[in-house]
């Protein structure tokens, strides 16, 4: 193997060790391995564990052998393992040292899509790199702090694998005969399909002082802040994660880091940034208040995501694998709507039929792509607005369409979102996780005013602020609850923007919010009468103000 091949292989299977284990378990568990610096430990092992070190040396001794030099097709091969589900399956084997024949197969189509048969040795690459992972997690386990921290998804890591390998058997069966499409055969298609999906999502309509236009989503966006939902199982699992944390700090005269028997607060764990969910969600349903940013979050996590993988065909310096992913963003209501006029469209179809709109290529070259992002994984699936589907019983038919979904592409990370509201009465399955939307604090409402006059104001930055302050202290007294829900925000802000202020009392705040809601955007968007769905966000603001009857009675 030459300088350069070797260089590049060096590392490469702790690399992809760390990257499989960013989708590893919960929400919970990832932030308990951060604190923990797990991935640090890993990491260590590479370098200083003589039996890793002989594990990852003799996979890297194979690539030399059998593959050559570190070329773009073995670079190809790597780059879509790297940004694939199938990077978290095996990860998630070897930490079980569970050598799946299912997820074997699926290595090996992977392996086809970049070499011939002549080409490599698909088997001992996949034995060799699996010996490498398992290894490692064994002399991990080694380590009381890590394998407290491991055993916390014991449990729910096998039956994760048990639910991966009886997908996988069906989708490895049912591969075509002719057989698979290249990577580089895909990667047009690829291309193509990363940038269609960053347009779907790039912009949100606002109205402006000139009327209705597109904005860049990054231009208005506020990151939320998320929080598990407090549910007993939840409360069981923050709770095992906090008693297995111990912290670890570097001592100056000391080469191994130091443990310190402390217990972290369990609060530590609660709360989730937007950055780590973007990188480390399995299966999450995020819950929240009408109006309170569910869309928006599930949209601009599309467009990152989009705008990344995207980015990985165009330059050398590639965003992290896990960011990488296409994200095929399934808006229920819209797919509720087509089905009343095609009662048997498949989930899958009406996915093809969205990107179609979006994405020149034939239905079949689209077909095929989509098809190999869903099987290996590479996808991550987005549906939006559960809880925009009314009736109950019809709600419960959906979340079926979509856990069978989810079920038949398991590799995928999923997302989906929904009110809060009712929600219990027709709930995705337990390996959901729940997590709450939070409400706006007052430096995020005073960065989302400072970006809306700017925006939609059309406004220099020293007048939004200088806007910005004027709405607050006008708003202090009356509405700033109300202000704390970003459609109600947004409402109230655009009032302001138009006519310099804010009605004083509360019953006329949402009398003109309402107007503005039902005549302006409502029928700007061809919806005739006022839907219910636009009354929504004033049932659970209007609640405290009915139950006083003075208020109720104004």
């Known amino acids: 193997m030459g300088s350069l091949a070797l260089g590049a292989v060096e590392g490469l299977a702790t690399k992809l060790i760390a990257s499989g284990m960013q989708r590893v378990g919960s929400l919970t568990f990832q932030k308990a391995m951060r604190i923990s610096r797990i991935e640090q430990a890993l990491r260590t092992s590479s370098i200083k564990n003589p039996n890793v070190k002989t594990a990852i040396n003799d996979f890297q001794v194979l690539i030399g052998n059998r593959y050559g030099e570190y070329n773009e097709r073995l670079s190809a091969f790597i780059d879509e393992l790297d940004r694939s589900g199938l990077i978290t399956a095996l990860v998630e ?30 088997a001992d690459l996949y034995t060799k790199l699996m010996t490498s992972f398992t290894t490692t997690f064994k002399e991990l386990a080694k380590d009381k702090v890590t394998a407290d921290i491991l055993k916390l998804i014991h449990r729910d890591l096998i039956a994760r694998c048990d639910q991966i390998d009886q997908a996988l058997q069906v989708l490895n069966r049912s591969r075509p005969a002719r057989g698979l499409t290249s990577l580089e055969e895909l990667r047009p298609s690829l291309i193509k399909i990363a940038r269609g999906l960053q347009n779907m999502t790039k912009q949100i309509r606002v109205e402006t002082n000139k009327g209705a236009r597109s904005v860049d989503i990054s231009k208005v966006y506020i990151p939320p802040k998320l929080s598990h939902r407090d549910t007993k199982k939840s409360t069981e699992a923050i709770t095992r994660a906090a008693s297995a944390v111990r912290g670890r700090i570097k001592h100056q005269a000391r080469a191994e880091p130091i443990e ?8 530590a764990l609660q709360t989730i940034s937007y950055s780590d969910l973007k990188l480390s969600f399995a299966r999450i349903v995020i819950l929240g208040d009408p109006g309170g940013g569910k869309s928006t979050i599930c949209q601009n996590l599309c467009f990152d995501l989009a705008k990344q993988a995207a980015s990985a065909f165009a330059t050398n310096n590639k965003p992290t694998a896990q960011l990488q992913k296409f994200p095929i963003r399934i808006v229920l209501r819209t797919f509720e709507k087509a089905r009343t006029v095609e009662p048997q469209l498949s989930l899958l179809d009406f996915i093809l039929r969205e990107l179609k709109n979006h994405v020149s290529l034939e239905l079949d070259e689209l077909q ?20 925009e589907i009314l009736i109950t019983a019809q709600r419960r038919e959906f979340v079926d369409l979509v856990v069978s979904f989810c079920n038949q592409y398991p590799l995928c990370p999923t997302l989906v979102t929904s009110r809060l509201v009712g929600y219990d009465d027709a709930p995705l399955t337990d390996d959901f996780e729940e997590l709450i939307l939070e409400r706006f604090d007052e430096a995020e409402i005073l960065s989302y005013l400072s970006k ?18 004027d709405f ?41 919010c309402a107007i503005l809601m039902f005549e302006r955007w409502d029928r700007r968007a061809n919806h005739g009468q006022p839907d219910r769905l636009l009354l929504m966000p004033f049932d659970p603001l209007l609640a405290p103000d009915l139950a006083d009857r003075e208020r109720a009675d104004a």
């Not at 007294?477 to 109300?482: G, K, Q, T």
Request: no cysteine; glycine share 6%; aromatic share 12%.
């Open 452 to 469: 809306f006059f700017k925006v939609v104001g059309g406004r220099t930055e020293a007048e939004a602020a200088q806007f910005a302050q």
């Open 260 to 267: 310190f028997d402390w217990r972290i607060d369990p609060k």
């Open 93 to 122: 084997d070897a930490m079980l040292d569970r050598w799946s024949q299912n997820v074997r197969d699926s290595f090996f189509a992977l392996h086809a899509r970049a070499f011939s048969t002549e080409q490599g040795d698909p």
């Open 472 to 512: 607050l202290r006008q708003t202090a007294a009356n509405a700033s609850d109300l202000r704390t829900n970003p459609l109600m925000l947004g409402l109230m802000a655009w009032l302001f923007n138009a006519r310099g202020d804010v009605p004083s009392n509360r019953p006329e705040i949402y009398r003109e």
């Open 368 to 387: 095929d792509a989509v098809q190999y992002l869903l099987v290996t994984g590479a996808a991550v699936l987005a549906f939006d607005g559960l809880d």
